[in-house]
Each structure stands twice: as C-alpha cells, then as structure tokens.
C-alpha cells in the first residue's frame, strides 16, 4: 500500500454526511467501508488502488457513525491512521475521534493509549487550551476533538465515583474541558463551525441526562436542533429529537417529535435509532398512560421496536427493549404474556455474559411471578437473583425487585428471604489501613494488588497476598489455601482494579461469597473516593473510615 500523508484542510469536508440530504452520496460514502474485506478498502489494503482523501476516511466514518453502524464507522480512521504521517494534526484528530466513537457507543476497544498519547492523564484538571485569533483548521479542529474526548472520559469516571466528595472534580474538569472545546468550535466559520458546535452541544446534553440535569439536556439539545435544522445536519437534529421528545409537557409535541425523527432515520439507514423512536413512543404512553389499556398498547409498540431490532440482527438492543416491554406487560395485567418475553432475552443475555442484562430479565421475571400470584416461582427466581448476582449495583434491577416486594409481608416473614429485609451493617475500617491500600494499589499498578482484610470489630490492617499479578486485567488469589485458618466474622478480602471500574466481576462475586464480612475494590486512581464495599452477596454497604 502506498504511504501517504493527508492534508488537514481539507477536514473542512467533515460535515459532508451530515449537511448532505442526498442518500446516494451518503451510500457512496459508506459502501467502501462497511466490512473490512469487501469493496474499496479491501481494494485499497491490497494495494491495488491509491488512497482516498481525509476528508472521504472522515466522512464516511461521521456517515457510518450516523447510520448507526458504530464499529464499522472506526474503520476509516483505523486506516487513517495507520496510513497518515506518525504523529501531527491527522493523527491527532482521528485518534481522538477513534477515541470519542468509542465511548459514545460502548465500543469494545481500550481508550487509555489513546487518551495517554493525547496528554490525558485521567486527573481531574481544567484542560486550559490557547485559541490563537489566527487559529487554522489544523490546530482547531483536533483541540476540539481531543477536549472532547477528555470531556467524556472525566465524565465516565465521575459516574462510576460512588463518593459526591470525589466525584465532584470529575464533573468539573469534564464541563470545562467541553466548555473549552465549544470555545474552540465557536471559533470557526461557516457550515464546518456550525456542526461542531452541534456536536458539542449534543454531548453536553447526553452527559446532562446521566447526572439527571435535565434543565441542561432541554437548552443544550433544543439550540443543537435549532442548528441543525438551519443547516440541515438532519441525522443530528433527529438525535436530538429523540433525546427531547420524553421531556415534552404535551405528548402530542413528543409524539410529532419521534415521528419526525423515526422518519429521518429510516432515512438514513439508522435502524437502532428509528426502533428507538417507535420505542420511546410507546414508553410515553405507558409512563403517562392512567389504565390498564394505556400500558397494554405502550407495551406492544415497545415489543414491536424490539421484534424490529431482532430482525435487524440487533440482538442485544432487541433483548433490553423485550425486557422493558415485559415489565409494562406485567403492570398491565398481562403475566403470561410478560413471562413469554422474558424467556429469549434471558437465554441471550446469559449467552453474552450480560450480568446486568441477566439481573433486569430475572427481576422482571419476579415481577410477573409476583403479580401473577406464583409465590414458589417468585421466591425461587428472588433467591436465585440475589446468591447470584450484585443487584444493588444494577439500578434497574434494583428498582424494579423493590416494585415486586412492596406490600408482599409474607417475604418479610419467610425464612429464607427475611434476611434480604434487615438493615444494613455500617461496616468500619481505620484509616492506618485505608492508606496501606491506597499505597499498595499505586504501587501495584497497572497490575492488580490483592489483600485479606483483618480485624475483629472493625478492619484494622491488611495482609498483602500478592503486590502485583502477570497481567492487568486479572489477579489470582491464593486464597483457598488459606482458608483452612481461623476465619473471623467480618474479615474479607479486597484488590484493585487498574480499569477504574470498583464493580465487582463474576469471579469476584464468587470469591465474594466465601467470606462473612466485607469485601472491598479500590478502583484506579486509588483515592478513599473510589473505594467500595460489599456484602458476600456482591451489595454494596456502606463504609465508615476511622
């Protein structure tokens, strides 16, 4: 393959995709790239034709990106960047974007080497960035990017921060490094300015609405669609809809907004995001609905985005919105019905190795036992949810378990579930053990550092099994040998995870179970603030450090 170096201006036509109403130039830019060995690029990375323009690798990954086919839209910038000049504006911006693409959809690719060779250090820092008056594409177009690819990850780690104190500087840097980077777009003329602006404010939308900022979600995606409809970045302004329209006082303005967006979609080839619009449509009326009628059709509109996305090939989409449907079946009176649709997801999820997934079909399946009046059923499927998995961890599995038990008194009284209903211990540790950990964990990184935890009626110290492990992502502790000593009511154990993430896995969860006390995670960057702690059923309790 001939090597070549693209030159930045002409990112100038980034906003092709997007501002362009024409289907056969959006089909053109997509065709080459979707599938690694077919079409163009198969051509192309065998040598047997000249590279394409950085402007075509980009906008065909923003088209791919907006018709909804997330890993396809990577592969341009895969072959932008192996193709462009190591290092440089090229390399900066499409690594960013690679990046960004990543965590927006849940991708499965590690950003930490992209963001450690941006300069992102994952600290809470205010992302200061110098706009020159005489700012050129080139040095403009991948600051926003980059900017916005910190903003992103600042804020991920916030969300995952169980500590307000903590998570606080998170959300701080993450709004100053969008504010910086909507600076930065501010800055440029024309249609190219206008869609990063949009762009920036559809991200500070998205990231109000996981922090529940609502205010935030409403002005930030209401003046991203008014730019978009002014410059017809149609695919953008039918996101917006989306994100809009459950937030609308009257349905009948969320009901025009979802029609208009599931038309644009489809439009555009964006399956998921259309089924999402028929989604929401039904969602709204189950939610505003006041009879049992209102939950039942809501709840057949949601099934059929669901059966949509299964024909689609959209398994994973199809299953959660089986599931959400299921719940309303449930509340609708419609048990069966809500116990059929909980069978397939159920089967999907367990295959993908969803836990979370796996936790909201088994708790919806509760909630249909329960409304159904099974108690033996209800009761078996309540055990197995709670010994299994960590549901205190999964929101909505969480809430929907709480639905099902209200009012059931005979739950409270059974043997084997009242222990569910007693209140939870606060659990104690000194601080002299609390920076040993933190210690150990920085020391060990970026591999895993396991410990026991020892103590009679509080933690007082560790006892280190292992300061590092071969690989990042795993530890092996060698605990089973030491199981045969004295065990003490309260002691656990607790590891790190160099990831970030403090949620337990499936072998944690496991190793969670042989110990009485408390189990803890410390999760990178080490701090009091990313320590959590759980119960041998994998809940969280609450920690008091003294």
Same mark, same amino acid.
């Given at each position: 393959?001939?090597?070549?170096?693209?030159?930045?201006?002409?990112?100038?036509?980034?906003?092709?995709?997007?501002?362009?109403?024409?289907?056969?130039?959006?089909?053109?830019?997509?065709?080459?790239?979707?599938?690694?060995?077919?079409?163009?690029?198969?051509?192309?990375? &065998?040598?047997? &034709?000249?590279?394409?323009?950085?402007?075509?690798?980009?906008?065909?990954?923003?088209?791919?990106?907006?018709?909804?086919?997330?890993?396809?839209?990577?592969?341009?910038?895969?072959?932008?960047?192996?193709?462009?000049?190591?290092?440089?504006?090229?390399?900066?911006?499409?690594?960013?974007?690679?990046?960004?693409?990543?965590? /927006?959809?849940?991708?499965?690719?590690?950003?930490?080497?992209?963001?450690?060779?941006?300069?992102?250090?994952?600290?809470?820092?205010?992302?200061?960035?110098?706009?020159?008056?005489?700012?050129?594409?080139?040095?403009?177009?991948?600051?926003?990017?980059?900017?916005?690819?910190?903003?992103?990850?600042?804020?991920?780690?916030?969300? @995952?921060?169980?500590?307000?104190?903590? &998570?606080?500087?998170?959300?701080?840097?993450?709004?100053?490094?969008?504010?910086?980077?909507?600076?930065?777009?501010?800055?440029?003329?024309?249609? @190219?300015?206008?869609?990063?602006?949009?762009?920036?404010?559809?991200?500070?939308?998205?990231?109000?609405?996981?922090?529940?900022?609502?205010?935030?979600?409403?002005?930030?995606?209401?003046?991203?669609?008014?730019?978009?409809?002014?410059?017809?970045?149609?695919?953008?302004?039918?996101?917006?809809?989306?994100?809009?329209?459950?937030?609308?006082?009257?349905?009948?303005?969320?009901?025009?907004?979802?029609?208009?967006?599931?038309?644009?979609?489809?439009?555009?080839?964006?399956?998921?995001?259309?089924?999402?619009?028929?989604?929401?449509?039904?969602?709204? @009326?189950?939610?505003?609905?006041?009879?049992?009628?209102?939950?039942?059709?809501?709840?057949?509109?949601?099934?059929?985005?669901?059966?949509?996305?299964?024909?689609?090939?959209?398994?994973?989409?199809?299953?959660?919105?089986?599931?959400?449907?299921?719940?309303?079946?449930? %509340?609708?009176?419609?048990?069966?019905?809500?116990?059929?649709?909980?069978?397939?997801?159920?089967?999907?999820?367990?295959?993908?190795?969803?836990?979370?997934?796996?936790?909201?079909?088994?708790?919806?399946?509760?909630?249909?036992?329960?409304?159904?009046?099974?108690?033996?059923?209800?009761? %078996?499927?309540?055990?197995?949810?709670?010994?299994?998995?960590?549901?205190?961890?999964?929101?909505?599995?969480?809430?929907?378990?709480?639905?099902?038990?209200?009012?059931?008194?005979?739950?409270?009284?059974?043997?084997?579930?009242?222990?569910?209903?007693?209140?939870?211990?606060?659990?104690?540790?000194?601080?002299?053990?609390?920076?040993?950990?933190?210690?150990?964990?920085?020391?060990?990184?970026?591999?895993?550092?396991?410990?026991?935890?020892?103590?009679?009626?509080?933690?007082?110290?560790?006892?280190?099994? /292992?300061?590092?492990?071969?690989?990042?992502?795993?530890?092996?502790?060698?605990?089973?040998?030491?199981?045969?000593?004295?065990? @003490?009511?309260?002691?656990?154990?607790?590891?790190?995870?160099?990831?970030?993430?403090?949620?337990?896995?499936?072998?944690?969860?496991?190793?969670?179970?042989?110990?009485?006390?408390?189990?803890?995670?410390?999760?990178?960057?080490?701090?009091?603030?990313?320590?959590?702690?759980?119960?041998?059923?994998?809940?969280?309790?609450?920690?008091?450090?003294?």
């Amino acid at each position: 393959m001939t090597e070549w170096c693209p030159d930045l201006s002409l990112l100038e036509s980034t906003a092709l995709p997007v501002r362009c109403g024409n289907l056969v130039t959006m089909d053109r830019l997509c065709t080459p790239y979707e599938g690694r060995g077919g079409g163009r690029l198969g051509r192309l990375l &065998r040598g047997r &034709r000249s590279a394409p323009a950085t402007h075509e690798l980009l906008a065909a990954s923003e088209a791919l990106e907006l018709k909804g086919s997330f890993r396809e839209a990577l592969v341009p910038l895969e072959h932008l960047l192996e193709a462009s000049c190591e290092g440089g504006a090229v390399n900066a911006y499409a690594a960013a974007r690679f990046g960004l693409l990543t965590l /927006l959809h849940s991708l499965p690719a590690d950003v930490r080497p992209i963001a450690s060779a941006l300069g992102i250090d994952g600290r809470p820092s205010r992302g200061r960035q110098n706009w020159p008056s005489d700012a050129t594409l080139d040095i403009v177009l991948p600051a926003v990017e980059r900017l916005l690819l910190g903003s992103l990850l600042f804020h991920h780690r916030a969300v @995952i921060i169980p500590s307000e104190k903590e &998570r606080g500087p998170y959300l701080m840097a993450s709004k100053t490094w969008l504010d910086n980077a909507m600076t930065g777009a501010r800055m440029l003329e024309g249609a @190219i300015g206008d869609h990063h602006v949009a762009r920036c404010l559809y991200m500070s939308g998205v990231m109000a609405g996981e922090v529940g900022d609502l205010g935030t979600v409403i002005a930030a995606m209401t003046e991203c669609r008014a730019i978009s409809e002014r410059r017809r970045f149609s695919g953008l302004g039918a996101l917006c809809a989306l994100e809009l329209a459950p937030l609308m006082n009257e349905r009948a303005a969320g009901d025009a907004l979802l029609t208009s967006a599931e038309t644009e979609l489809k439009r555009l080839g964006n399956t998921v995001m259309s089924y999402e619009a028929l989604f929401l449509k039904g969602l709204i @009326i189950c939610t505003e609905g006041s009879t049992a009628r209102d939950l039942s059709d809501g709840a057949d509109l949601m099934l059929k985005a669901a059966c949509g996305l299964d024909g689609g090939g959209f398994f994973d989409e199809g299953a959660r919105k089986r599931l959400e449907a299921a719940l309303w079946l449930s %509340r609708a009176g419609r048990t069966d019905d809500a116990l059929l649709q909980v069978k397939d997801p159920l089967r999907h999820l367990r295959r993908i190795g969803d836990v979370e997934g796996v936790s909201l079909a088994m708790a919806a399946g509760f909630l249909a036992l329960i409304r159904k009046g099974d108690r033996r059923g209800a009761k %078996r499927t309540l055990l197995g949810l709670v010994l299994k998995y960590p549901v205190k961890q999964y929101r909505d599995a969480y809430e929907v378990l709480k639905e099902g038990v209200s009012g059931q008194e005979w739950l409270r009284e059974d043997p084997d579930t009242s222990e569910m209903f007693k209140d939870v211990p606060v659990h104690v540790i000194e601080r002299g053990a609390v920076n040993e950990i933190i210690s150990r964990a920085k020391d060990a990184y970026p591999n895993e550092f396991g410990a026991m935890l020892r103590g009679i009626d509080r933690i007082t110290h560790i006892e280190p099994i /292992l300061d590092s492990a071969s690989g990042r992502a795993v530890v092996m502790f060698s605990l089973f040998d030491r199981l045969s000593q004295r065990s @003490i009511s309260g002691e656990g154990v607790v590891h790190s995870h160099p990831s970030g993430s403090t949620r337990p896995s499936g072998a944690d969860l496991q190793m969670f179970s042989r110990f009485p006390g408390i189990n803890i995670i410390i999760g990178f960057p080490f701090t009091e603030g990313t320590m959590t702690a759980y119960d041998r059923l994998g809940n969280m309790v609450e920690l008091d450090i003294v």
